[in-house]
């Protein structure tokens, strides 16, 4: 991509259902906005989904040059042969995005996948966000949720959260910072969240849905089924 002018403001790359393989390089888009240190790209989409894409995940694929005037990722690397975990530093290292408003990642179906929730990867780059769609489902995601899942970020913007972890191996609990992301008020307008057919075998805590804060919630929709959960309703559906 060394080649793309750096006045482009949308790369939008499709190569869904071919017959594509190897791995994605790292530092795919390391040459974006080298030539005057910044670069004009605001969204980038990348469908590269239905392929036999292999390997694992790249590190860092948002370089430094490109990051500060992002607002929107759209990644789909769905039903590949990908192998290994999701990299907590898969879009980027300590960099802000400090204009990334849209994030979505879909890799369902690489079921050659495996390893823990990447933690680090809700990091400071996320505090500006207005939505974000994650689709992790069948990707051999094992251990437990983080006890806070978005500590370090603080996003007062979210509007809108959507979570597919179906299919995985998660254990423990289902914490209830998975749907707050800024400390101290109510949450986003939207949540989706599916979490079926895990490991999941902990109570819900009993402060699950109170400490959320849904005043400002029009749909919520949470799919737990097919677990192993125990104990009793969080005291809000007593």
Request: overall charge negative; glycine content about 8%.
């Amino acid at each position: 991509f060394s080649n793309f002018s750096e006045t482009s403001s949308m790369l939008d790359f499709q190569v869904y259902q071919n017959e594509l393989t190897g791995s994605i390089p790292g530092g795919l888009f390391d040459e974006l906005g080298v030539a005057s240190g910044s670069s004009s790209l605001y969204t980038l989409r990348l469908n590269w989904s239905q392929n036999q894409l292999s390997g694992t995940l790249p590190i860092r694929l948002i370089p430094p040059s490109v990051s500060m005037g992002i607002g929107e990722i759209s990644i789909n690397w769905s039903q590949n042969a990908f192998s290994g975990s999701i990299p907590s530093a898969l879009l980027w290292t300590t960099t802000t995005l400090s204009s990334l408003g849209q994030l979505t990642i879909d890799l369902h179906g690489n079921s050659d996948m495996s390893g823990p929730f990447p933690t680090d990867f809700f990091s400071p780059a996320l505090n500006n966000l207005a939505s974000i769609a994650l689709d992790w489902s069948s990707t051999g995601m094992t251990g437990t949720f983080p006890y806070d899942v978005w500590a370090v970020v603080d996003a007062p913007f979210l509007v809108s959260m959507s979570f597919n972890f179906y299919g995985n191996q998660l254990s423990g609990t289902l914490p209830s910072s998975l749907f707050i992301p800024h400390k101290g008020s109510s949450c986003c307008y939207k949540i989706i969240a599916d979490v079926s057919s895990n490991q999941l075998d902990e109570p819900l805590a009993d402060d699950f849905f109170t400490a959320i804060n849904l005043t400002k919630t029009t749909t919520f929709t949470l799919d737990a089924s097919s677990n192993g959960i125990t104990g009793s309703f969080p005291s809000a559906f007593a």
